[in-house]
């Protein structure tokens, strides 16, 4: 039994340009929202240092102190960005969590999604 040719639906410029707009704020909506909700990152933490307003006692050298100088910052100033670091711990539980997620979602991306693959290569190339 032959399938008629498909022939897809035509969308409006209009219809396209709503589409392409949805999408672009979706996206920017998944990737704000996790920082605006204060979920992003494990923060920072400051690093203890003998003495925050000369340069020897944020542990920097004379090369370093001169490019800070450069930068027109003194020791009180650049103190905040040289002793505090981000955290990079992570909880292992919540990678396997996510791991499970993603990959679960492309399983069931491939499994939902055989069916279609088979009727396009079948009305392209007819059936085996």
């Known amino acids: 039994m032959n399938k008629p040719h498909y022939e897809p639906p035509k969308q409006s410029a209009f219809g396209q340009l709503f589409d392409s707009l949805f999408l672009l704020i979706l996206v920017f909506a ?17 690093l203890p240092v003998a003495d925050a307003t000369t340069w020897a ?31 990079y711990s992570f909880n292992v539980a919540e990678l396997a969590i996510t791991a499970v997620v993603v990959i679960g979602y492309f399983v069931l991306l491939f499994a939902f999604s055989k069916r279609e693959y088979i009727e396009v290569i079948e009305e392209r190339f007819g059936k085996k």
């Open 30 to 46: 998944a990737l704000f929202t996790p920082l605006y909700l204060k979920l992003a990152g494990g923060g920072k933490i400051d």
């Open 57 to 87: 006692g944020l542990g920097q050298n004379a090369a370093q102190q001169a490019q800070w100088e450069k930068l027109g910052l003194t020791p009180e100033t650049a103190a905040g960005m040289i002793t505090s670091r981000f955290d």
